[in-house]
Structures are given as C-alpha cells and as structure tokens.
C-alpha cells in the first residue's frame, strides 16, 4: 500500500513532506485535510497527531508528523537526500531546525496573516514585526547560497526542500525573488529537478484549486 | 579539550545544549557571547556560525549550531538520551522539530519581549497574539505528558530537554506552573536527575549573576 501523507496545499510544511517523498521516489498519495474548516483541531485529528498539525504521514502502523521527521525518515529509507557523510547528515539537521525555527514558520504565519484572514482581522503590528524577522531569515539563507548550488555539499538535500517550501506560493507575503538573488537561481535550481512540481499540484482539493 | 559551548545564560535554546551536554556526561566549558550587546550580530560571529545565533558548539575542527543538532551529536557520540529504538529516535526528533517551531521559539520570543525590552518598546499586539500561541502550545505539551513520565518512552530523553528549556527561567512570560499540572510534575522530575542545575548557574557571565 502507497503511503499515506495527510496534507494540504496551502500548507508549506506539508509540501516540504510531498516533495521529499517525491524526489526520493516514494509511492504516495495525498489525503486532504480541511484546515480551513478547523479538521486539524479536531479530536478525532488529535487522535491521530496530538500536535494538530500537517503533515502526517501514515504507511502500516507507522504514524509520523513533522515535516522535518518526515523528510528524514524518507531519507533513511531510500538512502537518498540526507547527505553524503556524517558531517552533510548533520548539516542538513541543523538546516531543518533553522527552517522550523526561522525560516518556514515565519513565512507561513506571514502568508496566512496576508491571504487567509479577512482584511478587517489582519493584525497590523504583528505583520510588521514578523516582516522585520522575515527579511533576516532571508537574508541569512541569501547570504548561506552565495557561490553555492545547494545548502548542503553539492547535491540537492532535505535542508533545500525545506528551506524552500513555503517561497514557491505565488500569494504575497513579503518574498519577492528579485529581491534575493541567490535564492531565486537556487529556487529555479530545485524546480528543475525530475520530479518538481507545485504544491497545489502535488496536494489537490484545497480551495486554491478551485480559484 | 574540552568541548566548548557559545551560550549565554539568558538563552533557553543555549541552555538545551548545555543540559544535554552535561546529562550525557560530556566533558564541556562555556564561552560567554555578550548577546546583549550584539555580539551575535557581529561579522566576527557570523563567521562562526552564518545563522548568527547561539548556541554554537566547537570541538576540535567541529563547528555546530542549532540546539536540536547540538543535542543529537551528545546523544550519538554517547549513545544517551537519544531514544531506545529507532522509533523512538523518529518520535525524539519529531519533539525537537515541534519544540523549534511551536514551544522554545514563542517563549523566547515572549520571554525577550516581556524582560529584556524597555517597557515603552513592547508592541502589545505581538505579546497578545504571541501569548494565544504559547498557550496552545503548553497545551499541546500538557496534552501529551497526561499519564507520562516523560515525553518518549519512559526515560529522560533530548525531547524532554528541548521542550522543557524556558520552562526553568524565573522571569514572567505568561507561563505558570500551577496552570498546567502535567507538565510541573515533569518540570520536578527533569530538575531531579542528576546533573541537572539551572541555566544561570550552567551558563555564567551574564546580567543576571550581576542582579
């Protein structure tokens, strides 16, 4: 049986799980989530992750959540994306962990507070603070690809697929490409890859679709 | 040579590093980084770590930082703290990565906001949507040690020393022991283990041993 990856597209940590899975060629198939309808705050979604959140992969008995979890335990599987040696191996660890800290959890929040909220709901203050924290993010992971192809050696890793996740929604929260240049030729880099394809392609049944 | 940590007392993700360091029975000094007046920000300390944050591990030619890949290189050099099984190896980083994105990175947050910043300078509707977020987390945190000793299987693992760091300060930040019973039993037996000690005392040099 396929895997199982409990999602949605407008979920940037969810596509980081989708794209992984993906690119190391594991069969899997989406299960929609209405997050927009409060499905992840359900008890019977508490049930089968106490953290209420997206992504949750499922395959057998195996019940896993956080994308960072997910991707790694897609690397162990396959033996690919995770770093040549043990000294890449850590790398990308501490790359996922700065994604989850600094880098998607702010552009998420940000993008949600921008498109997902009603104009009049929008806390203004809040958008700004977390703008300011934003542009560091990005000027640290700028700043990290310089003269690089990759964040990691010289191959794609899941330190890319994560980092990446959230900067390839069209929907404005801040990012522009034009504005960080190494970031724009290593997003092009990533969306080359056999495999690619846009979150709401990868993740169908969400309201985007049908826009 | 010992192994050295960059940290300052104040820094909850620091004192994960450190507690775990200690736990794990691994010899270690601190270095004090004067946080407080910019020091991480420096050219000088971006060269050490790109990210411009603490902690930051050095040993030898091994220059690490994020907490959570700091804690993970204890537990496999030592072969402690990191989990019985390899499931429960996936369930301690699945707690890492939610403990990154959802628990120490609001209440530092929060912590910094509330303490550290002239009270003229707080931006009320930041602390106010931040507090919402804190307080589900420590739900969600609550949730899960119902009936538990500790967060994966029935020993002290890195979990637990990730989710429990700003847990420890003194200094208000919208957490209260008394409100969240499962996680004060947890806190008391986390201080009980042997080896443990506060993050003022395993991290000197700071204001606060002026206070």
């Not at 033996?79 to 800290?101: C, F, I, M, P």
């Not at 191959?155 to 959230?166: E, G, I, K, P, R």
Request: proline letters at 4%.
């Amino acid at each position: 049986m396929a895997v199982q990856l409990y999602c949605f597209g407008e979920s940037g940590h969810s596509y980081k799980a989708a794209l992984t899975l993906t690119l190391c060629g594991i069969d899997w198939a989406p299960v929609f989530v209405d997050f927009f309808n409060s499905e992840t705050r359900s008890k019977e979604f508490r049930k089968l992750n106490v953290m209420g959140e997206c992504p949750v992969l499922v395959e057998g008995s195996l019940v896993l959540s956080q994308s960072g979890a997910i991707q790694t335990w897609a690397a162990d599987e396959t033996g690919k994306l995770g770093g040549q040696t043990s000294a890449q191996a850590r790398e990308v660890l501490r790359w996922l962990l700065w994604d989850n800290h600094k880098m998607s959890s702010l552009a998420g929040s940000q993008r949600f507070l921008l498109n997902f909220l009603h104009e009049e709901k929008r806390p203004q203050e809040v958008i700004r603070w977390q703008a300011g924290r934003l542009e560091a993010a990005l000027g640290t992971l700028d700043a990290a690809l310089q003269g690089r192809e990759f964040l990691v050696g010289r191959d794609v890793t899941l330190a890319d697929l994560a980092c990446c996740s959230y900067l390839f929604y069209e929907e404005p929260f801040g990012f522009s490409r034009a504005d960080w240049p190494a970031i724009d030729r290593w997003l092009d880099r990533i969306a080359g890859l056999r495999g690619w394809a846009h979150p709401y392609d990868m993740m169908p049944g969400s309201p985007a679709d049908r826009a």
